[in-house]
């Protein structure tokens, strides 16, 4: 009796284990194309990702580049202050999205060309991704709105 309780125990035991295994898989080829990193403009000109790697792009759009193209296809330039990337939307863009306003775009870069599948736009006038006003503060290009008035 005591060596089939041990023997039920460790199988029990080894079934938990393949079950944990087999769920811990499955969330991760789940997640996979669901993280998606953020890069600067200067970190994508500094080191350019591979064609199929889907990131987020942010910025402010570039004044004097947002061409709108046939159909719902829009061209424009995103910088960080020390360096610019082509991005190319086919879509309806956010209210708030224009030129000099703070944007994020998720997709991938194309010949050089960041093919963006969603444009996020600021959604106030102080709003600012936390990446993008890091970046901008590194290249001494933004200021906190709160330290202006001091």
Request: proline share 4%; net charge negative; glycine share 14%.
């Amino acid at each position: 009796m005591k060596g089939l309780k041990k023997k039920r125990r460790i199988q029990v035991i080894l079934v938990a284990f393949i079950a944990l295994a087999g769920s811990t898989a499955l969330v991760g080829y789940a997640m996979r194309d669901g993280i998606n990193y953020f890069r600067a403009p200067s970190d994508v000109v500094a080191e350019p990702p591979a064609e199929r790697e889907t990131f987020r792009i942010g910025g402010l759009v570039e004044e004097g580049t947002l061409v709108r193209g046939q159909g719902e296809t829009i061209t424009f330039s995103v910088t960080d202050g020390g360096a610019s990337v082509q991005v190319s939307y086919t879509g309806v863009l956010p209210d708030l999205f224009g030129e000099g306003q703070g944007m994020i775009g998720t997709g991938n870069l194309v010949d050089g060309v960041f093919v963006a599948r969603e444009i996020l736009a600021r959604h106030d006038e102080t709003y600012m991704p936390k990446e993008v006003m890091d970046a901008l503060k590194e290249q001494g290009v933004y200021q906190d709105p709160a330290d202006s008035g001091s």
